[in-house]
């Protein structure tokens, strides 16, 4: 059941009221500097929705910051406070460590390595938000990657992971 604060900002396709939101769970979880900072990018960055996104993203464009988020995948994927928070940070934490501008190393086929490059840092960035930020893994996650199916079942954090039945071979 989508959160109504979330289904009106959707409405009113208010992507600066989400971004609102998220820091509103951060302050709720008690993590007053991912709350400054959200509401930082509240403030300075342009929020908007993106056809071509299809989740999220943070960066720079010309110069100030961007939040980019993909409405369909909002509306279909995140019905709370939690799972748009986590959804922002998986985002911001992706530039905060440089994930986009590793170096492909020797050896590494140069049209594989964006796809290798994002399923690592997807799984480093999920597992750190997961142990040190949200304390659990978000709701959505259930519904976004495919249980029995490489490499989505490699996204899900190992304690979920390890609690869906199996396939029997």
Same mark, same amino acid.
């Given at each position: ?11 009113? !396709? ?9 820091? @509103?769970? $951060? ?13 930082? *990018?509240? #403030?300075?960055? !342009?929020?908007?929705?993106? #056809?071509?996104? #299809? ?7 010309? /110069?100030?910051?961007?939040? &980019?988020? /993909?409405?369909?995948?909002? @509306? !279909? ?13 998986? @985002? ?5 460590? /440089? ?7 020797? /050896?590494?086929? !140069? ?18 938000? @997961? ?8 709701? &959505?996650?259930?519904?976004? &990657?495919?249980?029995? #199916? *490489? ?15 199996? $396939?029997?071979?």
């Amino acid at each position: 059941m989508k959160d109504p604060a979330i289904a009106r900002a959707l409405a009113a !396709e208010d992507a600066r009221g989400l971004l609102a939101i998220a820091a @509103e769970a $951060a302050r709720h979880l008690d993590r007053s500097g991912v709350f400054f900072v959200l509401l930082h *990018f509240q #403030e300075v960055a !342009e929020v908007d929705f993106r #056809e071509r996104v #299809e989740s999220a993203c943070i960066g720079m464009v010309g /110069g100030r910051p961007a939040v &980019y988020l /993909g409405k369909r995948f909002v @509306e !279909e994927f995140v019905d709370t406070p939690a799972d748009l928070l986590h959804l922002l940070l998986h @985002e911001l934490m992706h530039s905060l460590r /440089g994930d986009l501008w590793r170096p492909r190393p020797t /050896g590494i086929d !140069e049209c594989a390595w964006p796809l290798l490059r994002n399923l690592a840092a997807d799984m480093l960035v999920n597992a750190d938000l @997961e142990h040190t930020v949200l304390g659990t893994t978000p709701g &959505y996650f259930g519904n976004l &990657y495919s249980r029995m #199916e *490489f490499p989505g079942n490699l996204l899900i954090p190992p304690c979920q992971l390890l609690a869906l039945p199996r $396939a029997i071979a």
